[in-house]
């Protein structure tokens, strides 16, 4: 059964020119090419919800665990973590529509 990866995460104050550079031009890419097809990708404007929430699906939990396992996932993750705060990820059921 295909599942849907929910990543959220709050970015650090001035660094938000470095972490648009990375995650346009590294991060997002990457992610594609270790398989995780990315569905959407939200910006929180006002409100107390995180920063950003991206979504993406996999076709099963399966590959979902083996990704989160590599080593390329977990350099990924690294480089992020010096541009954002309150990391985390989700892997739901993919049941279609928006999820969070």
Not at 11 to 21: A, I, N, P, V
Request: net charge negative; hydrophobic share 45%.
């Amino acid at each position: 059964m295909a599942v849907k990866v929910i990543m959220t995460w709050d970015l650090k104050r001035g660094h938000e020119q470095q972490y648009f550079e990375f995650v346009v031009g590294e991060y997002l890419p990457k992610v594609n090419q270790l398989g995780l097809v990315l569905t959407d990708a939200w910006l929180t404007a006002y409100g107390e919800r995180p920063t950003m929430l991206v979504g993406g699906t996999m076709p099963t939990l399966t590959k979902a665990r083996h990704l989160f396992e590599s080593v390329e996932w977990a350099d990924l993750e690294n480089e992020l973590l010096d541009f954002v705060d309150d990391y985390k990820v989700k892997v739901l059921d993919l049941k279609g529509g928006f999820q969070f």
